[in-house]
């Protein structure tokens, strides 16, 4: 492994942590449902929002407060319920196992043992439970009747924290108008962020420059003919 490709790989894993995630009006509510969480209605909660918004970095949040295990909604089916239930548990994307059969079963079966054992439940997805497409009537009617809070996309004063403690993360201390500059063009998520940010990174390092507008401008041109193509 290359020096360059050591730096990258060291800088490149995102903190998850209550203290590493900033909150403004796109995401206070939220923020404060998870905080909450021992008062959620039927002890269970579907956290809403685009990908890039943030939901996987609040789940990381609740699982720390709570002691919970995460789970991928599309692996349900392959693990022990009994067991899950026996825990708090978040279930991420579960709109990803709508049609599956045995994923909704055993997301249904999961429901009902969490809530007969007390535990809290959390969900994910990128729509309100009623566009989660599940085949399920039971399943679909539970879902309906869980409290959703929405995180919205990052706002002008999020996206700033966001970028700003990107680059400090990696040590990297761009020029006085590559903030703005970057906030005005590029697409308002998180994940663009880590992606405009490393890509501008490594280009520095390869290239031997500062980072600037122009170096950004050209970055965000590359990764939008990537995106494109």
């Given at each position: 492994?290359?020096?360059?490709?050591?730096?990258?790989?060291l800088?490149?894993?995102?903190?998850?942590?209550?203290e590493?995630?900033?909150?403004?009006?796109?995401?206070?509510?939220?923020?404060a449902?998870?905080?909450?969480?021992?008062g959620?209605?039927?002890?269970?909660l579907a956290?809403?929002?685009?990908?890039g918004?943030g939901?996987?970095h609040?789940?990381?949040?609740?699982?720390?407060l709570?002691?919970a295990?995460?789970?991928?909604?599309?692996?349900?089916?392959e693990r022990?319920?009994?067991a899950?239930?026996?825990?708090h548990?978040?279930?991420?994307?579960?709109?990803?196992i709508?049609g599956?059969?045995?994923?909704?079963?055993?997301?249904?079966?999961?429901?009902?043992?969490?809530?007969a054992?007390?535990?809290s439940?959390?969900l994910t997805a990128?729509v309100?439970?009623i566009?989660w497409g599940l085949?399920?009537?039971?399943?679909m009617?539970?879902?309906?009747?869980?409290?959703a809070v929405?995180?919205?996309?990052?706002?002008?004063?999020?996206?700033?924290?966001?970028?700003?403690?990107?680059?400090a993360?990696?040590?990297?201390?761009?020029?006085?108008?590559t903030l703005p500059?970057?906030?005005?063009?590029?697409?308002?998520?998180?994940?663009?962020?880590?992606?405009?940010?490393?890509?501008?990174?490594?280009?520095?390092l390869?290239q031997?420059?500062?980072i600037n507008?122009k170096l950004?401008?050209e970055?965000?041109?590359?990764?939008t003919?990537n995106?494109?193509?």
């Open positions: 492994m290359s020096p360059k490709q050591l730096a990258f790989d800088t490149s894993k995102p903190a998850l942590g209550r590493d995630f900033y909150v403004s009006p796109a995401n206070a509510q939220a923020v449902m998870i905080e909450g969480w021992q959620w209605p039927g002890r269970k956290l809403i929002g685009p990908s918004a939901k996987t609040l789940v990381h949040v609740w699982a720390a709570s002691n295990q995460i789970v991928p909604a599309s692996e349900l089916k022990d319920i009994a899950l239930a026996q825990g548990l978040a279930v991420e994307d579960v709109p990803a709508a599956d059969i045995a994923a909704e079963e055993a997301l249904f079966h999961l429901h009902n043992l969490a809530s054992e007390g535990r439940l959390l990128p309100p439970p566009r085949s399920l009537p039971d399943l009617s539970r879902m309906q009747g869980t409290t929405v995180v919205e996309s990052p706002d002008d004063e999020l996206l700033s924290a966001v970028l700003m403690k990107l680059f993360d990696r040590q990297l201390s761009p020029s006085p108008e500059y970057l906030i005005r063009h590029i697409d308002r998520s998180f994940e663009m962020a880590r992606r405009v940010v490393a890509a501008l990174d490594d280009a520095a390869s031997g420059r500062e507008r950004a401008g970055v965000i041109s590359d990764l003919d995106d494109a193509s």
